[in-house]
């Protein structure tokens, strides 16, 4: 292995057709992709360097998908730092960015509809209802896009992941899908595009978060499930700036209320802190 690193120039296509036809001209063994929605932070960058190991060539896309937000405060507010995000990408010899405007993605009225069964509704679908037709919506249009050979998905968003490697499944597309860990602040808050909207107090309220995820980890018995969840429900809702949405200990597959019998566990956690919504889980 040579000890340098040969700079790479980053690519910047905003449209369909300048990617298709970048592609074609000079085809690649594997592509790898990571798709975000900028204000790139470690987390999105370890899903980029764990890509690029795994690839030819890299493509990051950064879009903000209006059809996922179901708060339309929450999407003008979301943060588009799209410079800083260029340069870091610049940085880490990212080899392709896809930056499109809504119009290039969207037509007028489109519809779409995916049948995920029961992910729809759970957890995250019960709180943002619409948010994972709004995701499999853009990311496969992303995927017809890019044409990866494999994708990166971060564990941070756990029942995204089990919805895009169902859509994966159900609609036989030709794409890996690998899920990678999640990145954490040195006191353990899971790094997020949203916690530049953390206040001070919000910040230290928001520890409780990974702390108590943490502490089910460490008490993990499967008999114990019931009483560990209780547990963590008490604590969260007696910090002051937290409300709690759920925290469910879960089977890794159907993120059903896990029993004795599941093969893999998470717990799962979503709450506002302050005004700001975070979430976090553990593999158990
Ligand atoms: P987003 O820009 O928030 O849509 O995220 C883009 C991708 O980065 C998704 O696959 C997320 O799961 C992943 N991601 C976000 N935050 C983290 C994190 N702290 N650690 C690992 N992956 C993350």
């Known amino acids: 292995m040579p000890d340098f690193v040969i700079p790479v120039t980053l690519k910047i296509f905003a449209t369909k057709k300048e990617i298709t036809d970048y592609f074609n001209r000079k085809p690649v063994k594997v592509i790898g992709f990571v798709p975000t929605m900028g204000a790139l932070h470690k987390g999105h960058l370890g899903l980029i360097e764990l890509a690029k190991q795994q690839s030819t060539q890299v493509v990051c896309s950064i879009f903000v998908n209006p059809t996922q937000f179901n708060d339309?405060?929450?999407?003008?507010?979301?943060?588009?730092?799209?410079?800083?995000?260029?340069?870091?990408?610049?940085?880490?010899?990212?080899?392709?960015?896809?930056?499109?405007?809504?119009?290039?993605?969207?037509?007028?009225?489109?519809?779409?509809?995916?049948?995920?069964?029961?992910?729809?509704?759970?957890l995250e679908g019960k709180f943002r209802p619409g948010h994972y037709q709004g995701v499999t919506q853009v990311v496969y249009k992303l995927f017809n896009i890019v044409k990866p050979d494999v994708a990166f998905f971060g564990q941070k968003d756990y029942q995204q992941v089990l919805?895009?490697?169902?859509?994966?499944?159900?609609?036989?597309?030709?794409v890996k899908l690998v899920m990678c860990p999640i990145e954490r602040e040195p006191d353990g808050l899971a790094m997020s595009s949203r916690n530049i909207h953390l206040t001070p107090d919000d910040r230290k309220n928001s520890l409780v978060l990974s702390k108590t995820l943490n502490w089910v980890k460490e008490n993990f018995e499967p008999t114990k499930i019931a009483e560990l969840q209780q547990h963590a429900i008490q604590t969260i809702s007696a910090t002051p700036g937290v409300e709690l949405e759920y925290f469910e200990i879960a089977d890794g597959k159907t993120l059903h209320p896990a029993t004795e019998l599941s093969e893999s566990v998470v717990a799962l956690v979503a709450a506002r802190v302050g005004k700001t919504r975070l979430i976090d889980n553990v593999l158990l």
């Open 72 to 122: 339309p405060k929450d999407l003008e507010k979301y943060p588009r730092p799209i410079a800083d995000d260029i340069r870091r990408l610049e940085e880490i010899n990212c080899d392709i960015l896809f930056n499109p405007q809504v119009t290039e993605m969207y037509d007028d009225n489109e519809k779409w509809h995916f049948d995920m069964g029961d992910l729809e509704n759970l």
């Open 163 to 174: 919805v895009i490697s169902k859509m994966i499944e159900k609609l036989h597309l030709p």
